[in-house]
């Protein structure tokens, strides 16, 4: 036989054989159950004679033409209910709501459903409808509005007590009962929340009214905030407006003051160098002629001293040699006497004498004694009058010295002379303005420059009058040496250095 044609008639058995196979298996969903009759089965829990077996979430396989398989729906259904419903009081009322339900997963529970529903499964709701219409009008007979309104899981939980067991018989079970809605036709619920609906609307109108006075109030101090928000603002501009007017007359009068107190700059300087030249100038003074002549006059006076020290140290040995020599002659003559008495004692004089040679000696000591300090006082004043005669020669010779200086460059020692002396000069010259209580300028802060300039610049004129002066007394031949001191100034009086120097 030829391979090919054994091919073939395998290939057509295998594939008679899948499509048999795929005619037999038949697989039930996981939302479905598979109800297969034709042939006596037992199934578990439900005993024999049942005539029909349940295959849920596995395939089997089914004969066809001998077994018959059926399919029963294991989903979610529903049904709206709306229920007229008389209470316990005889009040009717109309009940709104809605069950969720299923046929059970079990296996009585699907032969259950298989048995009443399984040609008729989309009359399914309408069967369930009844049965929850029946029992919720008897629930709610027995039940008051109040206890409807406040209790509504009650009502619930009643019915689906109610109608378990007959689900359960019809092989469905209730996922979810809920009341959504009581409708009251002749306004009894109206009625009753009436007062609730008063005391919350007198509630409500309290606190519009609470809310209305703190609405206000906000507004008001809002007002007045913003009123204080403006008068802030306003006086905040009028601050900067006279702080602006104030720049602007500072900005005008700017130029002015800076020219017065560039010269017034100015005039502080030019003191300054003044006072620094005057303190040149003494410097000057200082190394070229009191120094000088201070080294001359202090080495006369070192050796006027010398001198006299060596003169004073002569004097005082002399009268030390004096002093000495007189213990000496005393210490003699009473020996002597001593001895003169000791020898009239020995040879018998009288006391008389011997005492009589004492006196005479002690009035010979005595005598010694006064001569030595004689001599020693007139050596100690030898010593003073020598000291003072050193000394007023030390004195003549500086007072020569300043003299020759003087006469060498008398320009350079008054100089001296008034930068010593020139802050009472200066001191002197403002003194003037002491008395002044009241004083009108007529040029401003030009003419306080001025003025204080004037007043730091005399000691500069009161040099140029002590040179005049000294001219004029170097040129008289019969000028007077010394010169009455000036009476004194009053207060507030300046006297001119031309009137000091001269004595007028």
Same mark, same amino acid.
């Given at each position: 036989m030829d391979i090919g044609v054994v091919a073939g008639v395998v290939l057509a058995a295998v594939l008679v054989l899948v499509g048999l196979f795929k005619l037999m298996w038949r697989v039930a969903e996981p939302n479905e159950a598979l109800v297969i009759s034709g042939s006596a089965h037992r199934t578990e829990g439900l005993g024999d004679g049942m005539g029909f077996r349940i295959v849920t979430g596995r395939g089997t396989l089914v004969l066809p033409g001998v077994q018959a398989v059926r399919k029963l729906s294991l989903d979610l259904n529903e049904t709206q209910l709306v229920v007229d419903c008389v209470t316990h009081q005889g009040i009717p009322l109309k009940v709104r709501g809605v069950v969720i339900f299923k046929v059970g997963d079990d296996t009585v529970s699907i032969a259950n459903a298989a048995r009443r529903f399984l040609d008729q499964q989309k009359m399914i709701p309408d069967r369930v409808h009844i049965v929850f219409a029946g029992h919720l009008r008897s629930i709610v007979g027995g039940l008051t509005v109040e206890d409807m309104i406040r209790d509504r899981e009650k009502l619930t939980g009643q019915t689906r007590a109610a109608c378990g067991s007959e689900m359960e018989k019809l092989g469905l079970i209730v996922?979810?009962?809920?009341?959504?809605? /009581? @409708?009251?036709?002749?306004?009894?619920?109206k009625n009753l929340a009436m007062p609730h609906a008063a005391a919350v609307q007198r509630d409500a109108r309290i606190a519009q009214a609470d809310a209305n006075l703190l609405a206000t109030e906000a507004e008001q101090a809002a007002f007045a905030r913003m009123s204080e928000a403006t008068r802030d603002s306003e006086i905040l501009q009028a601050g900067y407006q006279a702080e602006r007017d104030k720049a602007a007359a500072a900005a005008k009068q700017a130029g002015p003051l800076a020219e017065a107190a560039a010269r017034q700059e100015v005039v502080v300087q030019e003191t300054r160098v003044a006072e620094l030249e005057a303190d040149r100038r003494e410097q000057q003074l200082q190394a070229d002629v009191r120094k000088p002549a201070d080294a001359k006059a202090y080495e006369q006076r070192t050796l006027a001293e010398a001198d006299r020290d060596s003169r004073i140290s002569a004097a005082q040995a002399k009268a030390q040699e004096t002093e000495l020599a007189a213990a000496a002659e005393a210490t003699r003559v009473k020996a002597a006497a001593a001895a003169e008495a000791q020898a009239a004692e020995t040879r018998g004089l009288a006391n008389a004498k011997a005492t009589r040679a004492t006196g005479e000696a002690e009035a010979a000591a005595t005598q010694a004694r006064g001569l030595a300090e004689a001599e020693a006082a007139k050596a100690r004043g030898l010593a003073d009058a020598a000291s003072a005669k050193a000394k007023g020669l030390a004195e003549a @010779? !500086? /007072?020569?010295a300043r003299a020759a200086a003087l006469a060498e460059n008398q320009e350079a020692v008054v100089a001296q002379q008034l930068a010593e002396n020139w802050p009472k000069i200066v001191e002197a010259g403002a003194g003037a303005f002491g008395n002044v209580e009241h004083m009108v300028l007529l040029n401003g802060a030009e003419g306080m420059s001025e003025m204080f300039a004037k007043a730091l610049t005399m000691g500069g004129t009161g040099l140029g009058l002590a040179r005049q002066l000294l001219s004029?007394? !170097?040129?008289?031949p019969n000028h007077p040496t010394t010169t009455a001191p000036p009476a004194p100034a009053s207060a507030g009086e300046v006297i001119p250095i031309s009137e000091q120097a001269t004595g007028a």
């Amino acid at each position: 036989m030829d391979i090919g044609v054994v091919a073939g008639v395998v290939l057509a058995a295998v594939l008679v054989l899948v499509g048999l196979f795929k005619l037999m298996w038949r697989v039930a969903e996981p939302n479905e159950a598979l109800v297969i009759s034709g042939s006596a089965h037992r199934t578990e829990g439900l005993g024999d004679g049942m005539g029909f077996r349940i295959v849920t979430g596995r395939g089997t396989l089914v004969l066809p033409g001998v077994q018959a398989v059926r399919k029963l729906s294991l989903d979610l259904n529903e049904t709206q209910l709306v229920v007229d419903c008389v209470t316990h009081q005889g009040i009717p009322l109309k009940v709104r709501g809605v069950v969720i339900f299923k046929v059970g997963d079990d296996t009585v529970s699907i032969a259950n459903a298989a048995r009443r529903f399984l040609d008729q499964q989309k009359m399914i709701p309408d069967r369930v409808h009844i049965v929850f219409a029946g029992h919720l009008r008897s629930i709610v007979g027995g039940l008051t509005v109040e206890d409807m309104i406040r209790d509504r899981e009650k009502l619930t939980g009643q019915t689906r007590a109610a109608c378990g067991s007959e689900m359960e018989k019809l092989g469905l079970i209730v996922e979810s009962l809920q009341i959504h809605e /009581i @409708e009251d036709p002749t306004g009894y619920i109206k009625n009753l929340a009436m007062p609730h609906a008063a005391a919350v609307q007198r509630d409500a109108r309290i606190a519009q009214a609470d809310a209305n006075l703190l609405a206000t109030e906000a507004e008001q101090a809002a007002f007045a905030r913003m009123s204080e928000a403006t008068r802030d603002s306003e006086i905040l501009q009028a601050g900067y407006q006279a702080e602006r007017d104030k720049a602007a007359a500072a900005a005008k009068q700017a130029g002015p003051l800076a020219e017065a107190a560039a010269r017034q700059e100015v005039v502080v300087q030019e003191t300054r160098v003044a006072e620094l030249e005057a303190d040149r100038r003494e410097q000057q003074l200082q190394a070229d002629v009191r120094k000088p002549a201070d080294a001359k006059a202090y080495e006369q006076r070192t050796l006027a001293e010398a001198d006299r020290d060596s003169r004073i140290s002569a004097a005082q040995a002399k009268a030390q040699e004096t002093e000495l020599a007189a213990a000496a002659e005393a210490t003699r003559v009473k020996a002597a006497a001593a001895a003169e008495a000791q020898a009239a004692e020995t040879r018998g004089l009288a006391n008389a004498k011997a005492t009589r040679a004492t006196g005479e000696a002690e009035a010979a000591a005595t005598q010694a004694r006064g001569l030595a300090e004689a001599e020693a006082a007139k050596a100690r004043g030898l010593a003073d009058a020598a000291s003072a005669k050193a000394k007023g020669l030390a004195e003549a @010779e !500086a /007072i020569k010295a300043r003299a020759a200086a003087l006469a060498e460059n008398q320009e350079a020692v008054v100089a001296q002379q008034l930068a010593e002396n020139w802050p009472k000069i200066v001191e002197a010259g403002a003194g003037a303005f002491g008395n002044v209580e009241h004083m009108v300028l007529l040029n401003g802060a030009e003419g306080m420059s001025e003025m204080f300039a004037k007043a730091l610049t005399m000691g500069g004129t009161g040099l140029g009058l002590a040179r005049q002066l000294l001219s004029s007394m !170097a040129q008289s031949p019969n000028h007077p040496t010394t010169t009455a001191p000036p009476a004194p100034a009053s207060a507030g009086e300046v006297i001119p250095i031309s009137e000091q120097a001269t004595g007028a």
